[in-house]
Nanobody, 128 residues
């Protein structure tokens, strides 16, 4: 089992920055694919960013590419999401997710159903 706890959300003005953290406990996540997803009110959960176990491969949705950066520190069992140039449309609950196996196909990183563990979410609100 893996427990995930997100932190770092909050209220920020458009153009500002936030850094989300996801601390994992339980099983080691050093080989696990990790991802960030978000869900805005009235919308489905959507993929934001993901990273391979080694950190050597990263994936981003088109809507955040160039603005968000995912990284991980396996020694601290923590994954980060640096969010810059935030827009009101980035407002959502952000969820951290972990897989229990290595993803052999890049597509899996972007697919919520492929992740086994989820955090409780952290609210990000971007105001005009």
């Amino acid at each position: 089992q893996v427990q995930l706890v997100e932190s770092g959300g909050g209220l920020v003005q458009a153009g500002g920055s936030l850094r989300l953290s996801c601390a994992a406990s339980g099983r080691s996540i050093s080989s696990a694919g990790m991802g960030w997803f978000r869900q805005a009110p009235g919308k489905e959960r959507e993929f934001v960013a993901a990273i391979s176990g080694s950190g050597g491969s990263t994936y981003y949705s088109d809507s955040v590419k160039g603005r968000f950066t995912i990284s991980r520190d396996n020694a601290k069992s923590t994954v980060y999401l640096q969010m810059n140039s935030l827009k009101p449309e980035d407002t959502a609950v952000y969820y951290c997710a972990a897989s229990s196996t290595y993803f052999s196909i890049a597509y899996y990183y972007t697919t919520a159903e492929k992740y086994n563990y989820w955090g409780q979410g952290t609210q990000v609100t971007v105001s005009l």
